[in-house]
């Protein structure tokens, strides 16, 4: 499970938005940050486990959807269209691997999504359990909660660069915070 293994490391907590932004701009010690929220969605009585991701997670872990496209950063704007990436897995147990899935509509509640893209067997994040991802949106008043210092619903993960070690990478997560403690 990828939530016990970041967390045996030792540097993933519940943080903000600001605090991936300061650690994506980090590149002498850090490689990228993705930003996540889990939560769970019901289609027609059928749970749905969905990951809400920042729209850099396939850059992030270097993966390409099998079919269609993955999230650009106007699908995490406010106000844009609503867009959902399913699992390899979802796509073949609940869409019978429709290679036309792409541009169709799956609704949770009332609200409709449209489907951009697939992403490729054996890709999974942060574990087998998810069906689909959306697109992380940060809203305003989620914004200026965080600046005001309080945590919010977004987990981080990041990357060290190549030539970071692990406590180098500690000791530049520690300095940033140290630095301003609202990220905190």
């Known amino acids: 499970d990828l939530r016990a293994r970041l967390t045996n ?23 990228g940050a993705l930003g996540f929220e889990e939560t769970n969605e019901n289609e027609n009585g059928r749970a749905w486990h969905v990951t809400r991701v920042t729209p850099d997670f396939a850059t992030f872990f270097s ?45 949770f509640g009332e609200k409709p999504y449209t489907v951009i893209g697939v992403m490729p067997r054996g890709f999974a994040f942060p574990d087998s359990s998810t069906d689909a991802w959306l697109p992380y949106v940060e809203t305003p008043a989620a914004r200026e909660q965080a600046m005001q210092g309080n945590v919010g619903a977004l987990d981080v ?8 070690s692990v406590d180098e990478a500690r000791a530049a997560l520690e300095a940033i915070l140290a630095r301003d403690p609202t990220l905190a």
């Open 9 to 31: 490391f030792g540097m993933v907590v519940g943080l903000n938005a600001p605090l991936r932004e300061a650690v994506v701009a980090d590149r002498s010690h850090f490689a």
């Open 63 to 107: 993966v390409a959807p099998a079919l269609g496209r993955a999230f650009g950063d106007a699908d995490a704007k406010p106000g844009a269209s609503d867009v959902i990436v399913l699992s390899e897995t979802t796509w073949r147990s609940r869409y019978g691997g429709d290679t036309h899935i792409v541009g169709s509509t799956i609704r």
């Open 157 to 164: 993960v990041a990357r060290r660069a190549a030539s970071t």
